[in-house]
């Protein structure tokens, strides 16, 4: 079954510490439902839920599990609509047994949001 809350594309290590992904954001996706009508916005939580979800499928590639600590400085400046393609622009700085995730959320040019995850390796 297709999961209606996922809206990446694509996520791939462009750099060792540089990772960078698509997405696409459908006009039949959940994430507008109710918000708003007549006038749809992507909700900033889904912006950050794309840039976790990236982070995510990179460390399942290196076979790490990591849970979220905080978010830092997440700024939202313009409107994400449907039909929209994005990209996902992110820098990781390794600081012992928690990275740093600085992100940009990109429409051509134009930065939608940024910010930055903390996260931290779950040890099994």
Not at 84 to 105: N, P
Request: aromatic share 8%; charged share 20%.
């Amino acid at each position: 079954m297709e999961d209606q809350w996922q809206l990446l594309t694509d996520v791939k290590t462009v750099e060792p510490n540089s990772i960078e992904a698509h997405a696409f954001v459908p006009v039949s996706s959940l994430w507008f439902s109710g918000h708003f009508p007549g006038e749809p916005i992507l909700p900033g939580m889904a912006l950050v839920h794309v840039v976790w979800q990236a982070i995510v499928r990179e460390a399942g590639k290196r076979a790490e599990e990591i849970t979220l600590t905080k978010l830092k400085r997440v700024r939202f400046t313009q409107p994400v609509r449907p039909g929209d393609h994005i990209a996902v622009l992110i820098t990781v700085i390794e600081e012992g047994s928690e990275s740093t995730y600085s992100f940009k959320v990109v429409s051509g040019e134009n930065v939608i949001c940024s910010g930055g995850i903390a996260a931290k390796k779950i040890n099994k």
